[in-house]
């Protein structure tokens, strides 16, 4: 086993990886990587890089990196909707933004109650096609990742915006800094991070997960997990629901009881992940300063 790369937690770790896998580096040069998008009809992963500004495309049939957008409002998270377009968090411009396809990029929202969001920084979209983000502080916070600023919301919220007449509403209030975003795989279930210990000593450093009404309205929101290494931050599903989370030290993997089973060791911090390639099996990985990937035995979560 290459156990320099995977460590086993528990033995229902063992059937989720090749030991002979190796994790490529598939680019260098980022300070702050995050946020990847994989558009399967174009083979290629569109991430960010937030303190440069600017967002990266990794080609994946020939192995090349681009400039996608530059500048690019300090995006963080990146998802792509059910119509396969970009959906994006701007730091810069406090908002979340959609790229069309003709390239135009509109703004789906910057303001609640009339007052500026704080900075956008991870998106999901649920079936039925609204769009949920997390809003902290970080990208006003100071100029490294965004535009210092003040602060106009009461909080830093979780969001859900109805693009049928761009209906945005609270659907969690109690988080201290709210980060990461996923539904389970039937979306009765919502899972959303809180990195709160970055600004309140001993705070939150887990993992939430809420029950989700068919109206759109959150209940519960227990601790499923707490991060062993560092802060956990972006996470994705496969298709047997399991959780694959961000942390200081690689990717960490949970089941769906809530179990640490193993971890991807990674050389650098973990922002964010995703599951991509023809048979959502390679998972890319946004650390620190590089985009990683490692192809596994599991599939990644169908998203549309």
């Known amino acids: 086993m290459n156990s320099e790369i995977f460590e086993v937690l528990d033995p229902r770790f063992r059937r989720l990886f090749v030991p002979t896998a190796r994790l490529d580096t598939l680019y260098s040069g980022c300070r702050w990587a995050e946020g990847p998008a994989y558009f399967a009809a174009g083979r290629y992963l569109v991430w960010s890089d937030i303190p440069n500004d600017r967002m990266l495309r990794y080609d994946e049939a020939t192995g090349s990196v681009g400039v996608f957008r530059h500048p690019a409002g300090h995006a963080n998270g990146n998802t792509v909707d059910r119509q396969g377009r970009l959906v994006s968090c701007e730091h810069g411009g406090r908002r979340v933004s959609r790229t069309e396809f ?30 949920w983000f997390t809003d902290p502080t970080y990208g006003i916070d100071s100029d490294y990742e965004g535009h210092r600023g003040e602060r106009e919301q009461a909080g ?17 209030d109690d988080f201290v800094q709210p980060n990461g975003i996923a539904f389970s795989l039937d979306e009765r279930f919502v899972y959303i991070v809180d990195t709160g210990a970055t600004h309140v ?38 298709d047997a629901g399991r959780i694959w989370t961000s942390a200081a030290d690689g990717v960490h993997c949970y089941d769906p009881d809530g179990t640490l089973i193993g971890k991807i060791r990674v050389p650098e911090v973990v922002a964010n992940l995703c599951f991509g390639g023809i048979k959502r099996n390679y998972l890319y990985i946004c650390g620190t300063t590089s985009l990683y990937a490692i192809r596994l035995p599991v599939n990644g979560a169908k998203t549309f």
Not at 156 to 172: K, Q
Not at 211 to 226: K, M, N
């Open 201 to 238: 000593e001993d705070g939150p450093r887990h993992i939430r997960r809420f029950a989700v009404s068919e109206d759109g309205r959150l209940s519960g929101g227990e601790v499923f997990a707490v991060s062993t290494s560092g802060l956990f931050d972006g996470l994705r599903l496969d």
């Open 156 to 172: 830093s919220h979780v969001f859900r915006l109805d693009p049928r007449g761009r209906r945005l509403s609270v659907v969690a």
């Open 102 to 131: 003709d390239g135009r990029v509109v703004t789906l929202a910057d303001r609640y109650d009339g007052k500026r969001l704080n900075s956008p920084n991870d998106v999901v979209v649920k079936s039925d096609g609204t769009i």
